[in-house]
């Protein structure tokens, strides 16, 4: 089974500022890399897929970096809806695993 | 535009079935151009894929000791929804239960990403 882990596990961020958040797999996974945001009592959202695409609807702010093991989601001049969790799910196989979630918080 | 909604018995006795059923609108799961999955999410902890099915009706199952030979998942084209039954349940099964479709955002042919997400249920496992 392929491992997920992100860092940091929390990051606090002002709003208008750049939140760059990390991901690694414990072996190769090419760029089957998917990113989703999670708030408060909501479903995850597919935020970036193939480490780099954004999904439909996703803001230009969302982009995503990396192949391989290393993988980077950065949100450009964050906004006060973007303060959540934010997961990596790999895809290189059937089965799915995901990190434990970097927490992006107001500082 | 597709939407997913999970329903089912909020409280389930430990050693008892914990069944779920996830409605499909906007879209028939018998496409097979997509698939459906189950994950959960622990209060306050991360996310588990449980497993999925095609619309083959051939089924994927997460094979990790916490699930291992006590997931099954169905379909019911007629009603155009798919079911989780978790057997022998514990308290470690408490968890909120969310349905998902696979299979519009691909890379090199592989669509195991998921989008759209229902809202979620929580099921709680309690005598």
């Known amino acids: 089974e392929i491992v997920m882990t992100q860092s940091p596990v929390a990051l606090s961020v002002s709003p208008g500022e750049r939140a760059t958040l990390s991901c690694r797999a414990s072996?190769?996974?090419?760029?089957?890399l998917a990113w989703y945001q999670q708030k408060p009592g909501q479903a995850p959202r597919l935020l970036i897929y193939?480490?780099?695409t954004r999904a439909t609807g996703i803001p230009a702010r969302f982009s995503g970096s990396g192949s391989g093991t290393e993988f980077t989601l950065s949100i450009s001049s964050l906004q006060s809806e973007d303060f959540a969790v934010y997961y990596c799910?790999?895809?290189?196989?059937?089965?799915?695993?995901f990190g434990p979630g970097t927490k992006v918080d107001m500082k | 535009q597709v939407q997913l909604q999970e329903s089912g018995p909020g409280l389930v006795k430990p050693s008892q079935t914990l069944s779920l059923a996830c409605s499909v609108s906007?879209?028939?799961?018998?496409?097979?151009?997509?698939?459906w999955s189950w994950i959960r999410q622990p209060a306050g902890k991360g996310l588990e894929w449980i497993g999925r099915?095609?619309?083959?009706?051939?089924?994927?199952?997460n094979s990790n000791p916490s699930l291992k030979s006590r997931v099954s998942i169905s379909m019911d084209t007629s009603k155009n929804q798919f079911s989780l039954n978790l057997s022998s349940v514990t308290a470690a099964d408490t968890a909120v239960y969310f349905c998902?479709?696979?299979?519009?955002?691909?890379?090199?042919?592989?669509?195991?990403?998921?989008?759209?997400w229902g809202r979620g249920t929580l099921v709680t496992v309690s005598s």
């Open positions: 906007g879209g028939s799961i018998s496409s097979g151009s997509y698939y």
């Open positions: 799910q790999h895809y290189d196989s059937w089965i799915l695993t």
């Open positions: 193939g480490a780099s």
């Open positions: 998902a479709r696979e299979g519009e955002y691909c890379t090199n042919g592989i669509c195991y990403t998921l989008d759209p």
């Open positions: 099915i095609y619309a083959s009706g051939y089924t994927n199952y």
């Open positions: 072996q190769s996974i090419s760029n089957k």
